[in-house]
């Protein structure tokens, strides 16, 4: 290779001396130098190394060299708590080796690492498989990520600027959806519902490290309320490594026997009285400066209710266990209402499960979104597992009015059924787009870059819990902070 770039470069340089005046051999010539430009950009290894998520449990990490040089790098997160209809996962010891025989075959056809609908749709042929199980969602979305780290190498362009190139939308920065309070799988505290969310209220228009600073106020306070409530016995903890979550919010265990302050019934409500003590002791306004969010990851809540019934999920009638007592679909809507009113909740995400609505032969997600879908998001992620078909049925069927983005659900970022092709069908049919974080995450910053390249509305990336092993939450954060900084070219 070195000796054709050699021989096209000298070639060019005798001619451009010889003649200032186009003819077809400098036209011969500036088609090879572009060939060998475009060579510059192919893939000369491809590589795949075992890495760890924030859990400590084993993952992926693709690393992709071009034959410039350049080297592009992504790590692969995963979930506690997954829709039925993700990309499946192979362990990593049959990633490592199904990564190498996709790189000898994107090798073999020299394929320029800046088509990344053409490397991606190629690699599902190789997969062959609608939910990519042969050669593993985790495998190839951790290559696609990385051949896209590179591209943008390639181009000389910021990470987000090359995506939102590739997307053909215009970027914008998200909103942070910061998660204070860590329920469900993603903790051992005893809130049925996943994830309590604060965000800072759009309408205020504060820039990105403001946003960041709000948060730490808030997170701080909130943590202080909660020492107050373990002094009176009210709350306590599972164990003090256990004091946070998967996702670094607080992971509290109220007590049993606790007294709630009048017109509260539930833990689940006890939890936004306190937010909303949190956000006024640190000086701020519910309704002003934030709003609430939450992510109910109600698969959970109905599988548990189904297994106490003896059923399958899919074949179970109806209902979620919720603090102690199965709850019917109108129940929880109702509880829905009520809450979004009381506390100006923005934002629910998984409200209702993956098998309550049309497909399944119910209904609780079409009358949820009649019911309520003009007053609050509604955010689809179990249900359509950031997958092309299921929100192209949701949408027929109008569910749900915004949809989450996990790149590792879908299985690549781009080509045909992609997770590009997933936004812009969302953004064309005015869902709203929430770009997320895993419960097992990594310190790569990708979902950063890529919620600014589509213009999300929202990048979800977890609490300010403790930083340690890895500062997989704040790292995101934090990128944002950078890109904010780089668009207003600021030091």
Known sequence: MLNKIKLWLGLGFILSSLSSQPTRLTYAVEWGLRRVKEGFFKIEALTVHKAYDSRGKETIEAVVSLVNGIVGRAKVPAGASTGGNEAATVPVDVALKNAVAIGERLKKEGISVTAQNLIDDRMREYDGTSDLHNLGGNTIVGISLAIARAGALAKNLSLWKYLSQLAEIEPKLPLFYMNFLNGGKHSKANLEFQETIVIPDPRRKFTPDRWLQMGKDVFKKLGEILEEERTAGRVGYFDERAKFGDERGYAPIFSENIQFPEGITTRTEYTLYLLVKAIEK???????????????????????????????PEEYEGGYLFEGEIR????????????????KISSLEDPLSEWDW??????GWENLTKGIGDKVQLVLDDLTCTNLGLLTEAIKRGVGNAILIKTNQNG??????????V???????????????RSGETEDDFIADLAVGVAADGLKTGGLGPQEPMNERLRKYLRVIEIWKEITRLP
């Open 282 to 312: 640190a000086g701020y306004k519910i309704g002003e400066d934030f709003a609430l969010a939450w992510d109910v990851a109600a698969n959970t809540l109905w599988e548990r209710a189904a297994e106490k019934e003896k059923k399958k």
């Open 328 to 343: 019917s679909t109108e129940w929880m809507i109702d509880f829905y209402k009520k809450m979004v009113e009381k506390y």
């Open 358 to 363: 049309g497909p399944y032969g119910r209904n």
């Open 412 to 421: 690549t970022l781009a080509g045909k059924p992609g997770t590009l092709a």
């Open 423 to 437: 936004i812009k069908l969302a953004k064309e049919r005015g869902y709203r787009i929430v770009v997320s974080h």
